[in-house]
């Protein structure tokens, strides 16, 4: 939701005189090649695209311009090989197309330098509400001279960018400064020549331009603003962080659908605060984060407590630790943690308060560098006080938790019958909180909330159903899907009555009593079948290990392979085949690859790991030693082949191990697991369930 700067190098005729060219996007899939109809978007050859942890490069066809780009932390760093032209052209289109469309308040913009811009964009949209990104660019060379434009007037957001053109367009020529609104942007006008390399760097803040230069001077000074430094610098930052688990075996396409995977899943959230510390918080007041804090922004958190967390607090448990200072700080300032910190805030994003889970998992697994009894105090209080609304169009908290509590579920005339499932979750989580710290009377309240999800499964059929305040069923649909009003509407957010059946993570041999083991199983295999099991989006990403715990591991293990090679897949038209959202199907896959899983997102007293077989022939997981005293923990597969997926038995520091879970402690404790695979099941591995 956060808009940063956009920069598009082109060459030739801006078609001043002759008609709108070069200052809107043009649609996705061409026309190129005619400059009154394609916009600034460029066709590339894939043989010329390389990519990178750190560094991209690509020659855009139709500009006949080749282009690297590396970043830091706060700033970015362009190379730019422009053909001999006198019309090379570097465009700041301040509209440019975002998944989130951000309204341009107002965009100003003012030369300072031969070499050298300044600006701010005043920007608006749903979930960040009113920010600003303040930049300063830098060029290796002066500007020839600086245009800007002004298309239509803004009638509310659109994705239809390839028609924008047709709007009228006002042209300044030769201007040192520029104040527009909307659909608006500066060209950066250049003589250039093959051998002499345009360097543009840009630093970026959310508090203001000095912060901005701040930025350019602690990050990008002292590596020289040296292209070919700062890609090496940031290399090395990436190897650090992929380092942490070494694969060998499988395909090649496997290793590297690995490695993306990992890079995505750290590389989707935002830091806020400048090098001095000072950020803009979501009501647009600069503050200072204390010492040793960092300030983040992200999407909503709905669902991570089975994809980024575990990954997180096993990979990287400084990264959760830093999660866990910021959401605890936070509550500390705002009286409420952040579900989805759009700009550091509470956007009305998704529902439930997953985000705890990382609070909760990460004590359970010994990190506790944060306040542990401040982090207590913020779960307690946020599962018991309704929801609220916040500044800026914000949302804290729970909003059918009143509901929740008067009826032991949500009647459907108060919000998604969804979020009973999802609100029992958060409540068992907090009651395994309590338990931890000994606070036993919590423990015992947010247990009993906790079994709140029978309330919302129809005894008669067995499903998850709709239900009034008065008590009485509403409809039999298992596969209407979505509710009706969006987030906040009735029915099952993101999913339907058959998928939040199998929503029970905290109490799953329960639930499967209800139609009986046999026919529970029978009703999932089913929907795998079918293709109800909906693996593209979180609500449903437990469902391949639901057979660890009803006596059916082979299955999970038949599943997860399954879907590792139906929903993933490195391939420019494929990837990943839904809600990536911001690395969390990425860490699923990692996760999935090596074996492992939590299907009650480590928040157990005593947590530990979900087990399957790994896709991979060995895998060396580099733990922390400012965590996890282990050193390393490996996971080897004997007997692997693309149609040995079933695990035959097990070792584990060379003893039989014949359980489908391994508690945290082992693993951190380091060590070896050894699994021998084959082509056919055996029931008699994994059983009984964990």
């Given at each position: 939701g956060l808009s940063g700067l956009s920069l598009m190098p082109v060459t030739g005729p801006m078609g001043y005189e002759d008609g709108p060219a070069r200052v809107y996007p043009g649609p996705p899939d061409g026309p190129f090649g005619t400059m009154w109809t394609a916009g600034y978007r460029s066709r590339f050859r894939r043989e010329t695209e390389h990519g990178a942890p750190g560094s991209y490069g690509v020659e855009l066809l139709d500009w006949h311009v080749k282009v690297e780009v590396t970043a830091t932390a706060r700033c970015g760093l362009m190379r730019l090989v422009y053909p001999r032209t006198d019309q090379a052209h570097l465009l700041l289109d301040f509209a440019f197309p975002a998944e989130e469309l951000s309204r341009i308040v107002q965009a100003s913009v003012k030369q300072t330098g031969p070499c050298e811009i300044e600006g701010?964009?005043?920007?608006?949209?749903?979930?960040?509400?009113?920010?600003?990104?303040?930049?300063?660019?830098?060029?290796?060379?002066?500007?020839?001279?600086?245009?800007?434009?002004?298309?239509?007037?803004?009638?509310?957001?659109?994705t239809n960018y390839g028609t924008d053109w047709q709007t009228p367009v006002d042209y300044r020529h030769?201007?040192?400064?520029?104040?527009?609104?909307?659909?608006?942007?500066?060209?950066?006008?250049?003589?250039?020549?093959?051998?002499?390399?345009?360097?543009?760097?840009?630093?970026?803040?959310?508090?203001?331009?000095?912060?901005?230069?701040?930025?350019?001077?602690?990050?990008?000074?002292?590596?020289?603003?040296?292209?070919d430094r700062t890609a090496a610098a940031a290399r090395a930052q990436w190897r650090r962080v992929l380092g942490v688990v070494d694969v060998t075996g499988g395909t090649p396409a496997q290793r590297t659908m690995f490695y993306t995977c990992l890079y995505r899943a750290f590389s989707a959230k935002s830091l806020l605060q400048d090098?001095?510390?000072?950020?803009?918080?979501?009501?647009?007041?600069?503050?200072?984060?204390?010492?040793?804090?960092?300030?983040?922004?992200?999407?909503?958190?709905?669902?991570?407590?089975?994809?980024?967390?575990?990954?997180?607090?096993?990979?990287?448990?400084?990264?959760?630790?830093?999660?866990d200072r910021f959401f605890v700080g936070q509550a500390k300032r705002w009286g409420w943690l952040p579900q989805a910190p759009v700009l550091g805030g509470y956007a009305p994003v998704m529902v439930a308060q997953h985000e705890q889970s990382l609070l909760v998992s990460s004590y359970q697994k010994g990190i506790r560098d944060f306040d542990v009894a401040g982090a207590y105090a913020a779960v307690r209080h946020d599962l018991?006080?309704?929801?609220?609304?916040?500044?800026?169009?914000?949302?804290?908290?729970?909003?059918?938790?009143a509901a929740y509590l008067a009826h032991g579920y949500?009647?459907?005339?108060?919000?998604?019958?969804?979020?009973?499932?999802?609100?029992?979750?958060?409540?068992?989580?907090?009651?395994?909180?309590?338990?931890?710290?000994?606070?036993?009377?919590?423990?015992?309240?947010?247990?009993?909330?906790?079994?709140?999800?029978r309330n919302a499964i129809n005894p008669g059929t067995g499903y998850a159903c709709r239900r009034a305040a008065d008590g009485a069923w509403i409809g039999t649909d298992l596969y209407r899907y979505g509710t009706t009003g969006g987030w906040n509407g009735p029915g099952f957010v993101e999913g339907n009555a058959w998928l939040y059946t199998f929503w029970v993570p905290q109490d799953l041999p329960a639930l499967a009593a209800i139609p009986g083991r046999a026919e529970f199983n029978r009703r999932l295999e089913a929907g795998?079948?079918?293709?109800?099991?909906?693996?593209?989006?979180?609500?449903?990403?437990?469902a391949p290990f639901i057979f660890n715990y009803t006596g059916c591991p082979w299955l999970t293990q038949k599943y997860v392979r399954q879907s590792l090679g139906q929903y993933w897949d490195p391939s420019p038209l494929a990837g990943w085949a839904g809600e990536e959202d911001e690395g969390q199907l990425s860490a699923l896959y990692v996760l999935w690859a090596m074996g492992l899983f939590e299907m009650k997102g480590?928040?157990?007293?005593?947590?530990?790991?979900?087990?399957?077989?790994?896709?991979?022939?060995?895998i060396v997981l580099h733990l922390d030693p400012r965590y996890y005293p282990g050193g390393a923990f490996t996971i080897?597969?004997?007997?692997?082949?693309?149609?040995?997926?079933?695990?035959?038995?097990?070792?584990?520091?060379?003893?039989?191990y014949a359980r489908a879970w391994l508690s945290h402690e082992d693993l951190v404790r380091g060590g070896t697991l050894e699994y021998d695979l084959g082509a056919a099941p055996n029931p008699r591995w994994g059983t009984p369930p964990p």
């Open positions: 701010l964009i005043r920007q608006h949209n749903n979930y960040a509400g009113d920010f600003t990104v303040a930049f300063v660019l830098r060029a290796s060379q002066p500007f020839a001279s600086i245009d800007g434009w002004q298309r239509g007037v803004f009638t509310g957001p659109s030769g201007i040192q400064a520029f104040q527009g609104h909307d659909g608006c942007g500066v060209a950066l006008n250049f003589r250039t020549s093959p051998d002499r390399p345009v360097v543009i760097a840009t630093g970026i803040s959310l508090c203001d331009i000095a912060g901005a230069r701040r930025n350019l001077a602690a990050e990008l000074a002292p590596l020289g603003f040296d292209f090098v001095d510390g000072r950020y803009r918080d979501f009501t647009g007041r600069i503050r200072q984060a204390p010492p040793g804090e960092n300030i983040f922004s992200s999407d909503s958190f709905w669902g991570c407590q089975w994809t980024l967390f575990p990954l997180w607090t096993l990979l990287s448990p400084a990264t959760a630790s830093a999660w018991t006080t309704p929801g609220t609304p916040m500044p800026n169009g914000g949302y804290a908290g729970d909003r059918n938790l949500v009647p459907n005339a108060d919000g998604p019958t969804s979020n009973t499932f999802e609100y029992a979750y958060d409540d068992w989580a907090a009651g395994q909180f309590a338990a931890a710290l000994g606070r036993e009377a919590d423990r015992r309240e947010f247990q009993r909330r906790s079994y709140s999800w795998f079948a079918a293709g109800r099991v909906d693996l593209t989006n979180e609500e449903n990403l437990q480590g928040c157990d007293v005593h947590p530990g790991y979900d087990l399957t077989s790994p896709l991979f022939d060995r080897v597969a004997h007997g692997q082949g693309a149609e040995d997926e079933y695990v035959q038995s097990a070792r584990l520091n060379g003893r039989p």
